[in-house]
């Protein structure tokens, strides 16, 4: 019935349902099912009557596991069993780093080395597209459909809704309009809508690029701090203002916008690796202890977004080599790369350079 939401949909009001500390019901492939919940949403009551429907167990990333040193038997993902004594503060503190030098947690824990994992790794995979921490709550139940028609709670088959989250998401040009600006008054920006109900993504043309020459662009991802807090932690507001001047000295050029705070982690998760870096750790290092990687980012947008504006071709403002790749692999000839280094000073150089050590940025 066309009335009904599809997959795709249902994984948009599962993404709000989990942030809400709502359950969300998985439907696996051999009638074993599972009710999964977001650790950092989940309430006291709410765990306790998850706990009397299944043997619930806390789903972590390897990189989570790691710091914790729980074994990880399902290659990226580790099944933490919940001691019959443990509460949301020990859930929450399995799953949260804040206080992992503070107040260390206390092993060993104990990992599922039997049965799938596929239901535990699309339940943390959920949790990274809704941008909370990845760490689920993990109930197998047998008759999920039943579960969620009377709890009222939202189902989705397991194996299509982690697909999805894998596939690239059509974008929709909503609207675009004139938008003069300090470094040039020929100013358009659009607004692009993901179909699959993610965060929206901006492109700002600089004058009237031509469709047929390689096109300065910069690929941006949003950092709140830096583009609009002058942050002093990262060089991005130099960069984005840096990218700019350029464009509007050339007299063109196209900035995409993408709305990927924190590489991809979202910025409540970004202020928690923050925090982490007042500890001492690096960005990368910190990301980890988070249960992320290094970079969480979907660059394929930067792509599809010069496609849809027409262009097939460009001269890439970055310093990352990932992103030229990226965008060669997606149908984006990059004919140059042109350096990006402004704004380094003494509360970013020691992160610009753990980026060039880690994550292979050219200095
Ligand atoms: N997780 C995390 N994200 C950060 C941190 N510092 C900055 N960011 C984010 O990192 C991203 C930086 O984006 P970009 O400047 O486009 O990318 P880049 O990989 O540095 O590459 P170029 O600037 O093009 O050379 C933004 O989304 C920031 O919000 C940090 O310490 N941790
Ligand atoms: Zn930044």
């Not at 040039?184 to 020459?213: C, K, T, W």
């Not at 997606?330 to 380094?344: N, Q, T």
Request: charged share 25%.
């Amino acid at each position: 019935m066309t009335l009904q939401p599809n997959t795709l949909e249902l994984m948009a009001r599962a993404r709000a349902d989990l942030r809400m500390g709502l359950g969300v019901v998985l439907l696996g492939t051999d009638g074993s099912d599972a009710l999964i919940f977001s650790t950092e949403s989940l309430s006291a009551e709410r765990l306790a009557t998850a706990r009397k429907l299944g043997d619930a167990v806390i789903a972590l990333t390897a990189r989570r596991a790691e710091t914790l040193k729980a074994r990880a038997y399902d290659d990226d993902v580790a099944r933490v069993t919940l001691p019959s004594d443990a509460g949301l503060d020990w859930v929450t503190a399995l799953a949260d780093p804040a206080d992992d030098l503070s107040t260390p947690m206390k092993g060993p824990f104990r990992t599922l080395r039997d049965g799938p994992a596929d239901l535990h790794r699309a339940a943390i995979r959920l949790c990274k597209t809704a941008r909370l921490l990845p760490a689920a709550l993990v109930v197998p139940i047998s008759n999920g459909a039943d579960l969620a028609r009377n709890a009222g709670l939202t189902l989705l088959p397991a194996t299509e809704a982690i697909q999805l989250t894998h596939a690239a998401s059509p974008l929709n040009d909503v609207i675009h309009a004139r938008l003069p600006m300090e470094v040039s008054e020929a100013g358009r920006l659009h607004v692009f809508r993901p179909e699959n109900g993610g965060e929206e993504h901006y492109a700002i043309e600089v004058g009237q690029p031509d469709r047929d020459a390689p096109v300065l662009t910069r690929l941006h991802s949003a950092c709140f701090t830096g583009d609009v807090m002058g942050s002093l932690k990262c060089d991005c507001g130099p960069q984005l203002r840096g990218a700019l001047a350029q464009m509007g000295a050339e007299g063109n050029g196209v900035l995409l916008y993408l709305n990927q705070e924190g590489r991809g982690i979202g910025l409540a998760n970004k202020m928690r690796a923050y925090s982490l870096q007042d500890q001492g750790f690096d960005t990368v290092e910190a990301n980890h202890r988070l249960g992320f990687e290094d970079d969480e980012r979907d660059f394929r947008i930067g792509a599809s977004l010069l496609k849809r504006l027409g262009f097939s071709q460009a001269r890439l403002l970055t310093n990352n080599p990932r992103k030229v790749a990226m965008l060669d692999r997606h149908g984006i000839e990059v004919i140059e790369r042109v350096a990006l280094k402004v704004g380094r000073g003494a509360h970013n150089s020691a992160y610009l350079d753990t980026k060039a050590a880690k994550s292979g940025h050219l200095l």
